[in-house]
């Protein structure tokens, strides 16, 4: 399924963001990953639960059902399921029969994210999850951002093929934080097990109008952008402003804004897409001074989400198509034959599928400890 080859949809024995803390509560949250409907509630203590969304009586949706106590209960015909998917009660007979459960998916919040496993659950260890504290998204004395949510009517792979490759700033996002010299300008490539990155150093960058009033930022700058992809659905990097002719590596920016992407299958042609961002305070008053309107902040991720849709949208008219790949897709199929791998590795025993997914699941977040801070 493009962009993959056929057969090929998504790894499940990996964690995704499933939704914002915030959106989980003691009302029942539907939401379909990886095409499959699942329930999300919190517990009377507060603790989260995700369940298998479709009632195995008729199917009803879960997620229409209500909470109570520790449960949810099916709001066609009353079945009451429990926090581990068992079913503890039915109005109309005594008698549970054996295959009357649901799935109880494995779930961890980190900072402000639910994480979901939608694999085996005996594999899903939280070590696994990028290390927010190691990346600054924790970090106190920054100043974060809340995360923001788009249900994306798009498959999941042609939005990490749009964070894999940032020449589509210079065009899609001309008027904001692109500029021609973006897609002018060679990248660095770096990779590892479970992970590629991206970094431009931009010397002269173009300074958009856009930039001048939200940031605070005048020309001639130099700009660092760097992206890292932690397969199969986690972008983390920084976007920084320095003095024109500055040591990479060795000055001090006058911006410095740490970006957080996740992106989760939601069916096979539509996906869930939380971002967030954290700003140096030593520069936040230069950003502060100019606070940028919201409309035109939200504006560079509508234009990404709606891209994406339109992509979509032929895909589903026309049907597959065999792409012209540019130099500029370097990165990105580097990217996306890292989760085509993970889908292969499934088909490995679960021994070696665990020792792989905890190789790839660790080592960015360490790399980028030492490189972001």
Same mark, same amino acid.
């Given at each position: 399924?493009?962009?993959?080859?056929?057969?090929?949809?998504?790894?499940?024995?990996?964690?995704?963001?499933?939704a914002?803390?915030?959106?989980?509560?003691?009302?029942?949250?539907?939401?379909?990953?990886?095409?499959?409907?699942?329930?999300?509630?919190r517990?009377?203590?507060?603790?989260?639960?995700?369940?298998?969304?479709?009632?195995?009586?008729?199917?009803?949706?879960?997620?229409?059902?209500?909470?109570?106590?520790?449960?949810?209960?099916?709001?066609?015909?009353?079945?009451?399921? *429990?926090a581990?998917?068992?079913?503890?009660?039915?109005?109309?007979?005594?008698?549970?029969?054996?295959?009357?459960?649901?799935?109880?998916?494995?779930?961890?919040?980190?900072?402000?994210?639910?994480?979901?496993?939608?694999?085996?659950? *005996?594999?899903?260890?939280?070590? $696994?999850?990028?290390?927010?504290?190691?990346?600054?998204?924790?970090?106190?004395?920054?100043?974060?951002?809340?995360?923001?949510?788009?249900?994306?009517?798009?498959?999941?792979?042609?939005?990490?093929?749009?964070? $894999?490759? $940032?020449?589509?700033?210079?065009?899609?996002?001309?008027?904001?934080?692109?500029?021609?010299?973006?897609?002018?300008?060679?990248?660095?490539?770096?990779?590892?097990?479970?992970?590629?990155?991206?970094?431009?150093?931009?010397?002269?960058?173009?300074?958009?109008?856009?930039?001048?009033?939200?940031?605070?930022?005048?020309?001639?700058?130099?700009?660092?952008?760097?992206?890292?992809?932690?397969?199969?659905?986690?972008?983390?990097?920084?976007?920084?402003?320095? #003095?024109?002719?500055?040591?990479?590596?060795?000055?001090?920016?006058? $911006?410095?804004?740490?970006i957080?992407?996740?992106?989760?299958?939601?069916?096979?042609?539509?996906?869930?897409?939380?971002?967030?961002?954290?700003?140096?305070?030593?520069?936040? *008053?230069?950003?502060?001074?100019?606070?940028?309107?919201?409309?035109?902040?939200?504006?560079?991720?509508t234009?990404?989400?709606?891209?994406i849709? *339109?992509?979509?949208?032929?895909?589903?008219?026309?049907?597959?198509?065999?792409?012209?790949?540019?130099?500029?897709?370097?990165h990105?199929?580097?990217?996306?034959?890292?989760?085509?791998?993970?889908?292969?590795?499934?088909?490995?025993?679960?021994?070696?599928?665990?020792?792989?997914?905890?190789?790839?699941? #660790?080592?960015?977040?360490?790399?980028?400890?030492?490189?972001?801070?």
């Open positions: 399924m493009y962009p993959f080859p056929a057969g090929f949809f998504a790894p499940r024995n990996r964690w995704y963001v499933a914002r803390s915030a959106e989980v509560g003691r009302t029942p949250l539907e939401r379909f990953i990886l095409d499959e409907p699942v329930v999300f509630y517990t009377e203590a507060g603790q989260a639960v995700a369940l298998a969304g479709r009632c195995p009586h008729r199917g009803y949706p879960l997620g229409k059902g209500r909470v109570d106590g520790d449960a949810v209960i099916c709001g066609y015909h009353g079945l009451r399921f *429990e581990d998917g068992h079913c503890s009660h039915i109005p109309s007979q005594a008698t549970i029969p054996p295959r009357c459960q649901v799935k109880a998916y494995a779930v961890s919040e980190q900072w402000d994210w639910l994480w979901i496993w939608p694999g085996d659950p *005996e594999c899903a260890d939280p070590a $696994l999850i990028p290390d927010h504290r190691a990346l600054g998204l924790t970090d106190p004395h920054w100043i974060k951002r809340p995360p923001l949510y788009w249900h994306v009517e798009g498959r999941y792979q042609l939005l990490n093929d749009n964070l $894999l490759d $940032l020449t589509h700033l210079t065009v899609l996002h001309a008027d904001t934080i692109g500029g021609g010299d973006v897609a002018a300008t060679e990248e660095r490539h770096d990779e590892g097990e479970g992970w590629v990155r991206s970094t431009r150093w931009i010397a002269n960058a173009h300074v958009t109008d856009w930039v001048r009033r939200s940031r605070g930022i005048e020309g001639p700058v130099d700009r660092e952008i760097m992206l890292t992809f932690a397969a199969p659905g986690f972008h983390f990097g920084h976007d920084r402003y320095f #003095r024109a002719g500055s040591d990479p590596g060795a000055a001090t920016p006058l $911006l410095d804004i740490r957080f992407h996740a992106v989760t299958p939601a069916t096979r042609n539509s996906c869930h897409y939380f971002a967030s961002s954290a700003v140096d305070p030593a520069t936040y *008053e230069l950003s502060r001074s100019h606070p940028p309107d919201p409309g035109s902040a939200l504006k560079i991720f234009e990404d989400v709606e891209a849709g *339109e992509i979509e949208r032929l895909l589903a008219a026309s049907g597959e198509f065999e792409e012209v790949p540019l130099r500029a897709d370097v990105g199929l580097r990217g996306r034959r890292l989760v085509q791998a993970m889908i292969r590795d499934e088909a490995l025993p679960a021994s070696a599928a665990r020792k792989s997914n905890h190789a790839r699941g #660790r080592e960015p977040a360490d790399r980028e400890a030492v490189e972001v801070k």
